[in-house]
């Protein structure tokens, strides 16, 4: 089995898991869990790791790491290694402590490092460790919310600074949207995951598969990267290559081969069937062109042109849908739905929210109009809508489109149930109505839309 993606460069922030071999426990007691904070300290001591969250369970733990020095192995080595080595001599035992390597998921930060604290800190609500998030002691929760100091390796001034810049009030604010979806089995960010390692908008992806796969052969290249990329194939090497360097057949032959053997993820033997040479000739051919151009500076730059030609790029069917918001989008609408969440404490007749539209689908530019959907008991008032969209947009600076679900267009409700981000669900039952006429209306839906009423109806109306 190949082993997992590692993409390491200077400022990478990673989402980390480590699970005991056979998911026996890895924490038996206080000291133990100490003992690993104690690891994450020398780790950010020598090794330069900024730890931005952090939870510790019974038989794993989550990390969410920067690296300054781009040294994510070395962090991890010290950190897993080091443990292992004192529990094994603490209990008197040999062997793997943990579970194969680690997981490490590279993060695009200022999209995602808000969600996945999130994730990361109400672990042990869900595994049902605790009833209390802010009494859980082996999480960095407490110091994000202002009930504990943060350790001095603990960093926690950047993931706040994406909700607000008042330090108070920020921490308040935190806490909140932290209890938002403390009683919902929320979706994990890390659905979001492309090819089990990446986790960032569509500009974001492209620029880690173009800079871990423009220079670097086929054979170096990490194996779960190549689940991203579209090659170019001989023939379209061949075609490029007389083109740029018609008239010089010799050379034209060598740089070929060379590229061939680079870029397109073809066997040693289906590249020599097309030049007629062995297998092993091929990979000698590649080698000697590889080091005259060590030595050869003109000729690498011209090599380099045409490589960048025909680099690869990401398969858009393995990204998904298009971003043109680029990889802010998620960014602003993780702000959007922490700042509409604050508004509504103070219009506590709005009982169902819900953000649909480009905002809705984390496309949002700041261009972008926002899109709101609300619901109440009963239609709401006439002046208690204009009020909340005044409030609204006039906290966010935007313009906001608001609609009252009570009295929508099957299109519209069909939006906001199932192409929206959910801002607020305090009634059930209204949500429940909603869900029921639009069911009644649409005889027809498709089955993805079906899919997702029956998901969210499972989750929230049990």
Sequence with gaps: MARPLRIQYPGAFYHVTSRGNERKDIFRSTIDRERF???????????????????????????????????????????????????????????????????????????????????????????????????????????????????????????????????????????????????????????????????????????????????????????????????????????????????????SRKVAVYLCHRLTGETLKRIGDRFGLKESAVSQASRRLGNKLLEDKALAKRVSRLEKSLVVKPKRSALGKSNPAGNKGVARVTRLLHDIERILEDFPEVRFCTLFGSAGQGRMTAQSDVDIAVAAEQRLPIETRVRLAGALSAALGLEVDLVDLQDVAGLILEQALCRSKVVKNADHLVYARLLKRLWYNQTDMMPYVKRILEQRSNRWLR
């Design 37 to 251: 904070l104690g690891y994450l300290e020398s780790a950010s001591c020598r090794y330069g790791a900024v730890i931005h969250a952090y939870c510790l369970l019974s038989n794993h733990y989550h990390l969410l790491l920067e690296t300054p020095a781009g040294n994510l192995s070395e962090i991890m080595r010290h950190i897993n290694g080091a443990y292992t080595t004192y529990f094994n001599i603490k209990r008197k035992r040999a062997g793997h402590l943990f579970q194969g390597r680690y997981k490490a998921i590279l993060v695009e930060a200022d999209a995602y490092a808000v969600e996945l604290s999130r994730y990361i800190h109400l672990n042990p609500l869900r595994a049902g460790i605790t009833k209390t998030l802010a009494d859980y002691r082996w999480s960095s929760y407490a110091a994000y919310i202002g009930l504990a100091e943060p350790a001095p390796w603990l960093k926690t001034d950047f993931i706040l600074s994406l909700l607000g810049q008042d330090p108070r009030s920020v921490q308040d604010s935190y806490r909140k949207f932290i209890q938002a979806k403390s009683d919902v089995a929320d979706e994990s960010p890390l659905n979001n995951v492309v090819a089990s390692t990446i986790l960032g908008g569509d500009t974001f992806v492209q620029e880690v598969v173009e800079r871990y796969a423009g220079g670097v052969s086929e054979t170096e290249r990490p194996e779960a990267l190549k689940k991203l990329i579209d090659r170019p194939s001989i023939d379209t090497v061949l075609a490029a290559v007389d083109k740029k360097l018609a008239g010089q057949e010799k050379l």
